[in-house]
């Protein structure tokens, strides 16, 4: 039986011109985040069962590529349900890792911990395009830091970063949790069903407001409570920004502390006053993001290109503690890196200051002193800082030539045998 070429279902190879591309990206990531002082940590790819199940991962719980048990602690004789049988999944984000990570290391980490965290995570999710069940994330969190100086250096650093590698004129969709709930509060929602509610708000996008008023009425809440629901959202209008947030806090005061609307000003107009990237601040009352563990400020990345979101985070001062039995401030952004090489891809994006590109082709049969005087001769541009391809040269060397252009190499030189000078 042959065996199969094709990568599992929802798996991919990367081909050396993405892999270029993905190289380029991870070093503008890297070094402007370590500009901003975040520090790179890595954290093993498997995770203790527990802490993936532990209610805070949202959908991605039910996705989980869970691994074996080993050796004597697998016993498949006496195995009468799924939890005999394992132990460990593959990890579907890196906030999990990295708040284990933490509170295993806290006594050794600076106050706050601003981290930096790049790696392949795992979902079983049905396979899409930009969406894959092995998929890289790039993660920056703040651990340790109460105040909004958090989001402000979160949002600031990511769209730094974004603007470095040639975005603009995208959105950081801005909410806050609290903001959510006490809009569901002052329309009369019971509060065991705010989450309920939000996961139709959550549809706003696809279905409108009409859809959302509707699917609510059909859901069987006060009618009521949905009409002045709705209502929050028209009295927005066209505004945006500042002025949209203050519309909502005003109608909501009785709801909600002034502290929440206060900060949330705060980090708007911060970031708005100091970015150097081109984008804009939107208050979106809209915006939930579907991890539960969220407990504040939430915010996600809008580019045209795409139609969606490209990243997202926020803060979740609760998570920590359920490792060290006391809460750590907590605040992070992800890049969706996979959908931003995407949407460099299908633009034909050019790595700026590449390297020049050289073939070397060598005829056949060529060997002993002036092969290795070619191969000096390659050894020298290499020192210069040009990339240098020495190769045999083929029957079709035309062909050759041109699949060599199609890898970006732009200039050829052919080598015969011929003797030393």
């Not at 991919?12 to 380029?24: A, C, V």
């Not at 940590?41 to 996705?63: D, F, R, Y």
């Not at 609510?216 to 929050?232: N, Q, R």
């Not at 750590?328 to 996979?338: L, N, V, Y």
Request: a negative charge; hydrophobic letters at 35%; proline letters at 3%.
């Amino acid at each position: 039986m042959a065996l199969i070429k094709k990568p599992v279902t929802g798996m991919k190879d990367i081909l050396p011109s993405e892999m270029q591309l993905r190289d380029y990206c991870i070093g503008i990531i890297k070094k402007t985040y370590a500009e901003f002082g975040f520090t790179s940590i890595e954290t093993p790819c498997v995770e203790s069962l527990a802490n993936l199940n532990s209610k805070q991962g949202g959908e991605n719980e039910k996705l989980i590529f869970k691994v074996m048990k080993r050796g004597e602690k697998l016993n498949l004789e006496t195995a009468k349900e799924e939890n005999d049988l394992t132990d460990s999944g593959l990890r579907y984000d890196l906030t999990v890792p990295l708040v284990r990570f933490y509170a295993n290391h806290a006594n050794e980490l600076p106050a706050p911990f601003k981290a930096l965290q790049m790696g392949n995570v795992w979902r079983a999710d049905r396979p899409q395009k930009g969406r894959y069940r092995q998929f890289m994330q790039c993660d920056i969190d703040i651990l340790g830091e109460p105040s909004n100086l958090a989001e402000i250096e979160l949002i600031l650093a990511t769209t730094t970063t974004l603007g470095n590698l040639g975005f603009k004129d995208f959105k950081i969709r801005i909410n806050d949790r609290r903001i959510l709930k006490a809009m569901a509060s002052y329309s009369g929602f019971p509060e065991e069903k705010f989450d309920d509610v939000f996961i139709t708000l959550d549809k706003m996008d696809k279905i409108g407001l009409d859809g959302v008023k509707e699917e609510l009425i059909k859901d069987g809440y006060d009618a009521g409570s949905v009409e002045k629901y709705i209502e929050l959202f028209e009295l927005i209008g066209e505004k945006s920004g500042i002025d949209a947030l203050k519309a909502v806090a005003d109608k909501i005061s009785d709801n909600l502390d002034a502290e929440v609307s206060e900060g949330l000003t705060e980090i708007i107009d911060s970031v708005e006053k100091t970015k150097s990237a081109q984008f804009e601040m939107v208050f979106d009352p809209t915006l939930v993001r579907g991890m539960s563990y969220y407990t504040g400020t939430i915010f996600e990345v809008s580019m045209p290109q795409y139609g969606g979101s490209c990243g997202g985070g926020g803060r979740y001062d609760k998570m920590v503690g359920k490792f060290l039995g006391q809460d750590t401030p907590a605040c992070g952004f992800s890049i969706g890196f996979e959908r931003i090489i995407m949407i460099m891809m299908d633009e034909g994006f050019k790595i700026p200051g590449a390297s020049k590109k050289v073939a070397f082709l060598i005829e056949k049969g060529i060997k002993g002193d002036r092969l290795a005087e070619i191969i000096s001769e390659a050894q020298k541009e290499r020192a210069e800082g040009k990339q240098v391809l020495v190769v045999r040269m083929n029957k079709n060397k035309k062909f050759q030539k041109q699949n060599l252009t199609e890898q970006g190499y732009e200039e050829f030189r052919d080598f015969y045998e011929k003797p030393l000078d």
